[in-house]
Nanobody
Framework: QVKLVESGGGSVQAGGSLQLSCAASGRTASRCSMAWFRQAPGKEREGVAA???????GYVDSVKGRFTVSKDNTKNTLFLLMSSLKPEDTAMYYC??????????????????WGQGTQVTVSS
């Protein structure tokens, strides 16, 4: 129903920047709100940022002021611009989508559609 493909991950030194992209396809109504999650080895998957159908955004406290989530509806693409990266940002990053249009917080239970992930590694 919805296909999400992440790209843009890689290795970067602390203090650097990366931009992740998530190309979305499938039923538009099924991906009204979208989000980024991440999972580090041995840890639970956590929400990073989300954008609701009206453009409202929400972030986990640890990335506020450093990460920016945005969506280009003409290109069906979700972005995550990550700046001032820290070693603790190292994780697999996942894109997710939901048909609910008012989800501006990256809460895992609200998102039924997921991509395969892209790895981000930040070295000190």
């Amino acid at each position: 129903q919805v296909k999400l493909v992440e790209s843009g991950g890689g290795s970067v030194q602390a203090g650097g920047s990366l931009q992740l992209s998530c190309a979305a396809s499938g039923r538009t109504a099924s991906r009204c709100s979208m989000a980024w999650f991440r999972q580090a080895p041995g840890k639970e998957r956590e929400g990073v940022a989300a954008t609701a159908g009206d453009g409202t955004t929400g972030y986990v406290d640890s990335v506020k002021g450093r990460f920016t989530v945005s969506k280009d509806n003409t290109k069906n693409t979700l972005f995550l611009l990550m700046s001032s990266l820290k070693p603790e940002d190292t994780a697999m990053y996942y894109c997710a989508a939901t048909p609910y249009c008012s989800v501006a917080d990256p809460v895992r239970d609200f998102f039924p559609f997921w991509g395969q992930g892209t790895q981000v590694t930040v070295s000190s």
